[in-house]
Structure formats: structure tokens, C-alpha cells
């Protein structure tokens, strides 16, 4: 270091305010300093989202049942002729289901929408968690919206069934 002096060390107040571009200071008009009323207290704002880690937990477990309800459904989906031939069974419909190019084109068409309905349903989800909003009603709403959609996939199929429509018109007195 050297013991020269810097620039603007030595230099007035005056000096200093006229260099910087200000007036002087005596030109400058004292002007009476405001009191400022006392603030009212400010309520911090959270940074993060409310905290509800019972919504969390709902909302990732109804997803992986989710989850798994569609993998199950969706294998049974793809083979929707057997599926039909155990429910009529099961609803006591003589005959057996005989739609098989329409069960296989709409069991996997009910399969696709299985899988891009779970898949909308997390995303809506998740993104409702990350930005601290109730989310665990999202998979059940999504779960119904879904389920309706391959209900109709489903029934068409079923519907253009010769032996299902037997017994519609049978059930009916027809």
C-alpha cells in the first residue's frame, strides 16, 4: 500500500456533493421529517404451501390402488371376450359371447383409457400437492370419469352381442 491519498480522501463535504452532481447543501431546503404512523403488524405470508400430510398420504395411496386397479383391469380388458363370457355367466345369460372383433378392438380401446385416465388423474394430483392444494379428492373424481368412459367402451361390444341381445329381448318379454 501506498501512503498517497486516494481520490476524493481530502476532499469537503462541499467538494464531494459538488463532484457527485448534487447542490450544495445549503441550497437544499430542510423539509420538516414526516413521522410515519405506526405500521400495522404485517402477517407473514408462508413461502410454502400449508402442510396437510394426511392429504399427501390419501391422495398417494388412493393413486397406487389406483394404480394397481388398472394394471388388473386393464389385463382383463385386453382379453374382453373371456371377461364377457364369465359375466354372462355369472348374470345367468345363456350362450356365449360371440362379438370377438369388436370385444378385442373395444377391450383394448377401455385398456388405453384405463391407463390415460390413471395418468392424468397422478399428474392433476401431484400437481395439486406441489402447490399446497387439497388433493386427495382428485383420484376418486378421476377414478369415476374414467370408469365411465370404459363402461362405454365396454358395453359396445356387448350390446351388438347376438346372445346378449337374446336376452335383453327375452328379459323384456319381447
Known sequence: MSDRPQFGEYATPEEQRRLAGLPPADAVA???????APAAPVQATPSAPAARPWDRIITIALLAYGVVNVFMTAMSYLDLPTLMNRSMGILGIEGE???FAQGKTWGTVAAVVLFIGWAITAWLAVRRLRRGKLS??????????????????????MMNDPAFIAYLNGATGQ
Open 97 to 99: 359371447f360371440t362379438n
Open 30 to 36: 430542510e423539509s420538516p421529517v414526516m413521522q410515519a
Open 136 to 157: 386427495w379428492w382428485v383420484p376418486l373424481v378421476g377414478a369415476v370419469i374414467t370408469m365411465i368412459i370404459t363402461t362405454i367402451c365396454i358395453t359396445v361390444p
